[in-house]
């Protein structure tokens, strides 16, 4: 399955890259959109460009062990980024660097750990393993001197709790006769949500 | 006095699948089939209950993309238009059978009646807006209707920029309200999606309600009293009802549930798969797909190839032992929990609509089953809607449940795989952009709004979480990617046009025509 994810993540980081190098002449004039064959609206079956022209990481939570984050370093940037850093640029690889939030233990925020990605890739899911937990990554440069050079910083998510929650509330205390009953049952093994996951059986 | 309460809730929504640029579009027979299958069937139900003097307490949820298809003129013809050349096959049926096949010649009665009634009450009963007669039942005090996010947008996903899950849902209020007069008190999350935190935009739009999932509720803190008998309170006031498992694994489970009984009828033996192309030609779309006809003679029979022919009065007769059996198990389950609480319990059971006809052709008469025998065969519970619900008891426990849904693994998975989370990026730089162009230009006028209240038509349609759902499960993919990049790439070029100054109005008069849900959208509501 993770092997899946992150197999699907390299085949679209390589067409994402691709799809770049094809599109990224910067001043193509805006042409107006001429009717293809099959197309309901002129412009409309346009490829999509993987560019806003935007700096950017964003975070977004999957289930309580996986994030997923997508990125955008513009053409701009980029170069900036690596006229300041002359060679030390051409050694350093990029890198996402995932935060931990902790409010209740004195010093705010921690390092949980890095993960290299590769060159051109512009999503990555990331097995974080920790529910209830909220989390904000940095994507940058992994430098020869084994510092990291932080570019974007994400957005904060918070990851769900996958299990019943310690905190009792002493005037709502759970009846236990009820809750016996409802750990028997299997609400997480099977799903019943959808029509078309009805339709597979 | 009942000890408890049952809370049926049947959520009926379609992704907007019209378009005008063909008059047989394949995806627009979805909703022909949700028509002559579930929603016409519903309502007949309600019509016999109300006609044997059977009140009754259901929740129905109509999403606004789903109300909006409804209420299409061009869509109501052609669905008219569908059903008027569609119902002589049944017709053309009852005589082949009775010559070659009179084994299924009872059952191809029955087909022509139901399409013959199907007919008429579309036609000359409801005067084609179905809207209008779902809304009569809410009159007389059936049903409480409320609605979904505006397109049916997976909020926890869209939740990055927190104007798009207002725009969805203020969208859908006020396109509720145009139809109903006031706004709903409680709204179907799309999915049961819900993130902490959302609850604050539904409580400033002045919704009382929203449904989770079992776990939505089972792993809030602090931990629920009872469990997912009772609604939770979220920190904005706003109240969260947990769906039962016991009475969902019953409808819904494959193995367990009762739309796999052997007598009931088989939804993959359509006549147009079996029937000599020919034959069938006029009746299946005109480049020769051969596409549901809605007629089907054959019964579940059993885990096996070999079908047998399917028998309405055996099928009609398990519909009313399984929703005799269905009381009773909400009878015990009731009883057993009241024994147990200080207040009342509630048992939500939410659905599908569509699950009810279409799928589960027998769900429409084992819900009718169910209501006659809840009234006469049992005093142990009432019908009630969440909305009654919190008329008797307001005070509810506050706690806070975590992002979840009801999709696989209960989270957002789903519509967050491979398959589709390259949408994500172009959908929340859209509404990034939305909300630029919604404060640079508040007050638009004239050509200019025309235009800004498109782009957000197209956002909306974008956001659609039936694209992502598609994509995932693997069929019809191709649609769900275009509808996707159709609508981005309209957005783009409005956006463009907006703000060069320059814009296309033959192109902008098309995209009108063409992405007409919610005529009275306001951009604004992206400021």
Same mark, same amino acid.
């Given at each position: 399955?993770?092997?899946?994810?992150?197999?699907?993540?390299?085949?679209?980081?390589?067409?994402?890259?691709?799809?770049?190098?094809?599109?990224?002449?910067?001043?193509?004039?805006?042409?107006?959109?001429?009717?293809?064959?099959?197309?309901?609206?002129?412009?409309?079956?346009?490829?999509?460009?993987?560019?806003?022209?935007?700096?950017?990481?964003?975070?977004?939570?999957?289930?309580?062990?996986?994030?997923?984050?997508?990125?955008?370093?513009?053409?701009?940037?980029?170069?900036?980024?690596?006229?300041?850093?002359?060679?030390?640029?051409?050694?350093?690889?990029?890198?996402?660097?995932?935060? #931990?939030?902790?409010?209740?233990?004195?010093?705010?925020?921690?390092?949980?750990?890095?993960?290299?990605?590769?060159?051109?890739?512009?999503?990555?899911?990331?097995?974080?393993?920790?529910?209830?937990?909220?989390?904000?990554?940095?994507?940058?440069?992994?430098?020869?001197?084994?510092?990291?050079?932080?570019?974007?910083?994400?957005?904060?998510?918070?990851?769900?709790?996958?299990?019943?929650?310690? #905190?009792?509330?002493?005037?709502?205390?759970?009846? #236990?006769?009820?809750? !016996?009953?409802?750990? #028997?049952?299997?609400?997480?093994?099977?799903?019943?949500?959808?029509?078309?996951? !009805?339709?597979?059986? | 006095?009942?000890?408890?309460?049952?809370?049926?809730?049947?959520?009926?929504?379609?992704?907007? %699948?019209?378009?005008?640029?063909?008059?047989?579009?394949?995806?627009?027979?979805?909703?022909?089939?949700?028509?002559?299958?579930?929603?016409?069937?519903?309502?007949?139900?309600?019509?016999?209950?109300?006609?044997?003097?059977?009140?009754?307490?259901?929740?129905?949820?109509?999403?606004?993309?789903?109300?909006?298809?409804?209420?299409?003129?061009?869509?109501?013809?052609?669905?008219?238009?569908?059903?008027?050349?569609?119902?002589?096959?049944?017709?053309?049926?009852?005589?082949?059978?009775?010559?070659?096949?009179?084994?299924?010649?009872?059952?191809?009665?029955?087909? *022509?009646?139901?399409?013959?009634?199907?007919?008429?009450?579309?036609?000359?009963?409801?005067?084609?807006?179905?809207?209008?007669?779902?809304?009569?039942?809410?009159?007389?005090?059936?049903?409480?209707?409320?609605?979904?996010?505006?397109?049916?947008?997976?909020?926890?996903?869209?939740?990055?920029?927190?104007?798009?899950?207002?725009?969805?849902?203020?969208?859908?209020?006020?396109?509720?309200?145009?139809?109903?007069?006031?706004?709903?008190?409680?709204?179907?999350?799309?999915?049961?999606?819900?993130?902490?935190?959302?609850?604050?935009?539904?409580?400033?739009?002045?919704?009382?309600?929203?449904?989770?999932?079992?776990?939505? %509720?089972?792993?809030?803190?602090?931990?629920?009293?009872?469990?997912?008998?009772?609604?939770?309170?979220?920190?904005?006031?706003?109240?969260?009802?947990?769906?039962?498992?016991?009475?969902?694994?019953?409808?819904?489970?494959?193995?367990?549930?009762?739309?796999?009984?052997?007598?009931?009828?088989?939804?993959?033996?359509?006549?147009?798969?079996?029937?000599?192309?020919?034959?069938?030609?006029?009746?299946?779309?005109?480049?020769?797909?051969?596409?549901?006809?809605?007629?089907?003679?054959?019964?579940?029979?059993?885990?096996?190839?070999?079908?047998?022919?399917?028998?309405?009065?055996?099928?009609?007769?398990?519909?009313?032992?399984?929703?005799?059996?269905?009381?009773?198990?909400?009878?015990? *389950?009731?009883?057993?929990?009241?024994?147990?609480?200080?207040?009342?319990?509630?048992?939500?059971?939410?659905?599908?609509?569509?699950?009810?006809?279409?799928?589960?052709?027998?769900?429409?008469?084992?819900?009718?089953?169910?209501?006659?025998?809840?009234?006469?065969?049992?005093?142990?519970?009432?019908?009630?809607?969440?909305?009654?619900?919190?008329?008797?008891?307001?005070?509810? *426990?506050?706690?806070?449940?975590?992002?979840?849904?009801?999709?696989?693994?209960?989270?957002?998975?789903?519509?967050?795989?491979?398959?589709?989370?390259?949408?994500?990026?172009?959908?929340?730089?859209?509404?990034?952009?939305?909300?630029?162009?919604?404060?640079?230009?508040?007050?638009?006028?004239?050509?200019?709004?025309?235009?800004?209240?498109?782009?957000?038509?197209?956002?909306?349609?974008?956001?659609?979480?039936?694209?992502?759902?598609?994509?995932?499960?693997?069929?019809?993919?191709?649609?769900?990617?275009?509808?996707?990049?159709?609508?981005?790439?309209?957005?783009?070029?409005?956006?463009?046009?907006?703000?060069?100054?320059?814009?296309?109005?033959?192109?902008?008069?098309?995209?009108?025509?063409?992405?007409?849900?919610?005529?009275?959208?306001?951009?604004?509501?992206?400021?």
């Amino acid at each position: 399955m993770i092997e899946t994810i992150i197999f699907a993540g390299i085949i679209i980081a390589i067409i994402a890259v691709a799809t770049f190098r094809f599109y990224s002449n910067p001043k193509q004039p805006l042409k107006k959109p001429e009717k293809q064959s099959g197309e309901a609206v002129p412009g409309d079956d346009e490829p999509l460009l993987e560019r806003y022209d935007k700096d950017q990481i964003v975070l977004m939570v999957r289930d309580p062990e996986w994030l997923y984050a997508y990125w955008e370093i513009t053409a701009t940037k980029q170069k900036q980024l690596s006229q300041q850093l002359g060679n030390l640029w051409q050694s350093s690889s990029p890198a996402l660097r995932i935060y #931990e939030v902790n409010q209740n233990n004195g010093h705010n925020n921690e390092i949980f750990f890095d993960i290299k990605v590769n060159e051109g890739t512009r999503n990555w899911y990331i097995h974080v393993g920790k529910p209830n937990q909220s989390f904000f990554i940095d994507l940058g440069r992994l430098l020869s001197d084994g510092s990291f050079l932080p570019i974007l910083r994400s957005n904060l998510v918070t990851t769900p709790s996958n299990s019943f929650s310690q #905190e009792i509330d002493p005037q709502w205390p759970p009846v #236990e006769a009820i809750w !016996a009953m409802l750990r #028997e049952q299997d609400y997480l093994d099977e799903f019943y949500g959808s029509l078309e996951s !009805a339709k597979e059986r | 006095m009942p000890k408890g309460f049952l809370s049926i809730v049947l959520h009926a929504h379609l992704p907007y %699948v019209r378009h005008p640029e063909d008059e047989h579009f394949l995806e627009e027979k979805w909703l022909y089939e949700a028509i002559t299958e579930t929603y016409i069937p519903l309502l007949k139900a309600f019509e016999n209950l109300e006609n044997d003097g059977i009140d009754f307490r259901l929740t129905l949820s109509l999403s606004p993309s789903l109300m909006a298809m409804l209420t299409d003129p061009l869509l109501q013809e052609r669905y008219l238009k569908h059903l008027d050349q569609i119902r002589e096959l049944p017709a053309k049926e009852a005589a082949r059978t009775k010559r070659e096949q009179n084994e299924l010649h009872h059952c191809a009665l029955m087909y *022509q009646e139901t399409f013959e009634d199907a007919y008429k009450r579309y036609r000359y009963k409801y005067d084609k807006d179905l809207v209008k007669a779902f809304k009569r039942f809410q009159d007389l005090g059936f049903l409480e209707i409320i609605t979904c996010a505006g397109t049916h947008g997976y909020l926890p996903l869209l939740g990055v920029q927190r104007g798009s899950i207002r725009a969805q849902i203020k969208t859908a209020l006020d396109y509720y309200k145009k139809h109903f007069g006031e706004y709903p008190q409680g709204l179907w999350l799309p999915e049961c999606g819900y993130n902490p935190g959302d609850d604050w935009i539904l409580k400033d739009l002045g919704i009382k309600y929203f449904f989770l999932d079992t776990h939505g %509720v089972l792993f809030a803190s602090p931990r629920p009293r009872y469990g997912i008998y009772a609604p939770i309170t979220c920190p904005s006031g706003v109240h969260a009802f947990g769906r039962d498992t016991e009475s969902s694994k019953q409808v819904w489970s494959a193995k367990e549930g009762y739309p796999g009984d052997y007598d009931y009828r088989e939804f993959y033996r359509d006549i147009a798969y079996d029937l000599d192309f020919d034959y069938i030609k006029p009746y299946i779309h005109p480049k020769g797909i051969r596409t549901d006809t809605g007629i089907k003679y054959y019964r579940v029979t059993g885990n096996t190839e070999f079908k047998e022919p399917y028998i309405p009065h055996n099928a009609r007769e398990k519909a009313s032992i399984h929703a005799g059996n269905f009381m009773f198990n909400r009878e015990k *389950q009731i009883a057993h929990l009241a024994g147990h609480m200080d207040r009342p319990p509630i048992v939500v059971a939410p659905y599908d609509a569509e699950l009810f006809g279409h799928w589960w052709y027998e769900g429409p008469i084992w819900l009718e089953f169910l209501i006659r025998k809840i009234k006469f065969d049992q005093n142990v519970f009432d019908l009630a809607t969440p909305g009654d619900y919190l008329k008797i008891q307001p005070n509810n *426990q506050p706690c806070q449940p975590p992002m979840s849904s009801w999709g696989y693994r209960g989270y957002n998975e789903y519509w967050l795989n491979g398959s589709n989370d390259w949408i994500y990026r172009h959908l929340h730089n859209l509404a990034s952009k939305m909300s630029e162009l919604a404060n640079k230009n508040p007050g638009s006028t004239g050509i200019k709004k025309r235009a800004l209240n498109q782009a957000t038509r197209e956002l909306l349609l974008a956001q659609s979480s039936d694209w992502a759902f598609i994509m995932k499960t693997g069929t019809m993919v191709d649609y769900a990617c275009k509808r996707t990049r159709n609508h981005i790439n309209r957005f783009k070029k409005l956006y463009g046009d907006i703000v060069s100054g320059d814009i296309d109005e033959e192109w902008l008069k098309n995209l009108e025509d063409m992405d007409n849900i919610f005529p009275d959208v306001n951009y604004e509501v992206y400021r």
